[in-house]
């Protein structure tokens, strides 16, 4: 991941106003690191708290009805306010290990 990963305007302002989007969530963010895929790169974003479905961050994104979630990995979480995605490492505070 570069130092200046950021997500899109639009993303930022769909998360800030989802539904899911309680006082202790938190947005991962996913990356597609799969070197064969056209969507290498691509980034998608997970909501993470006590009152969501997602207590912990997966090492992966979860399958999806758009397709399987093993090629997206976790790399940090968004900061709402900059749209920057700050790295955190497995393990530590609200980060899983688990797939």
Not at 12 to 19: C, D, F, H, R, T
Not at 77 to 88: A, H, N, P, Q
Request: glycine share 8%.
């Amino acid at each position: 991941m570069s130092d200046r990963e950021k997500a899109h305007p639009d993303a930022i302002k769909q998360m800030k106003e989802s539904p899911y989007n309680y006082d202790d969530t938190r947005w991962a963010a996913f990356q597609n690191k799969a070197m064969d895929s056209a969507g290498l790169g691509h980034i998608q974003f997970l909501a993470v708290g006590e009152k969501n479905t997602f207590k912990k961050v997966p090492k992966h994104y979860p399958d999806t009805r758009h397709g399987m979630g093993w090629k997206y990995l976790f790399i940090g979480f968004v900061d709402l306010e900059t749209g920057e995605i700050k790295e955190e490492e497995i393990g530590k505070n609200s980060v899983s290990a688990e797939c």
